[in-house]
């Protein structure tokens, strides 16, 4: 049986993609191949990060215990676990329970997106305001289903000309991307995001959604384990 290197588990309200506002178990694991420098969870991104080994099996008895039906597998990037997709398997035959796994966009979705209807992905497109950009597999978009969510996180305005400029080449290449909820998240402290609506108004964004991070406006932004 696999062990998991995990950083953090606790019982929040999930801040963002399409579950926020609901419940749901957070199981963060360590390591990340990236650095975005807007990150806040640098701490969890170091593969040696404090942490408790924990089998699959105790994962799930403990999301068992608290009662709640939704998890939430994220890092760093949980992807590059050893193994992670026998954690998704177990977690997946419980057919009260739905995984979100949160992904950076830049591990490859093949190995996991066929294991689970009830295992759905929240994968990253990185803006050049992350410093990352040139690191996402863009071939992940293809793999998408409807059931997938797309987050795009905001630094300023050159992020969203960026932004909109890559939806419409993603509209004309990727025969599925229509079917795609696309959320635009401005990262914590650096855009406003009324700065957001007035351009999504400007050039006539139908096809996004403005979503905030509600944990950072509802405990202190800084805080862990919310």
């Known amino acids: 049986m696999s062990t998991f ?7 929040s309200i999930n801040g963002e993609a399409r579950r926020a506002g609901e419940l749901s178990c957070f199981i963060r694991l360590a ?22 080994l924990l089998s699959e099996e105790a994962l799930y008895a403990w999301v068992k215990d608290t009662g709640v039906t939704n998890i939430t597998l994220t890092g760093g990037e949980p992807l590059l676990a050893p193994d992670v997709d026998q954690l998704l398997r177990r977690l997946a035959e419980d057919e009260l329970l739905h995984v979100e796994v949160e992904t950076n966009g830049a591990v490859s ?5 066929g294991i689970s209807e009830r295992v759905s992905f929240t994968m ?99 805080r862990k384990g919310v």
């Not at 305001?129 to 630094?155: A, F, H, P, Q, Y």
């Open 109 to 113: 979705l093949e190995p996991f997106i």
């Open 31 to 52: 390591g990340c191949n990236l650095a975005c420098n807007y990150c806040d969870t640098r701490w969890s991104c170091d593969p040696n990060a404090p942490c408790e």
């Open 124 to 222: 990253d497109i990185k803006c050049p305001g992350s410093g990352m950009s040139d690191r996402m597999l863009w071939e992940n978009m293809g793999l998408l289903r409807s059931i997938d969510t797309v987050k795009c996180v905001v630094s300023d305005r050159g992020d969203l000309d960026w932004l909109r400029e890559r939806e419409e080449k993603n509209r004309c290449e990727i025969p599925k991307y229509q079917e795609y909820i696309v959320y635009i998240s401005p990262v914590y402290g650096r855009i406003h995001p009324q700065e957001i609506v007035e351009y999504m108004k400007e050039y006539r964004m139908n096809n996004v959604r403005l979503q905030l991070q509600l944990h950072k406006f509802i405990w202190d932004p800084n």
């Open 5 to 11: 290197h995990v950083t953090e588990r606790f019982v």
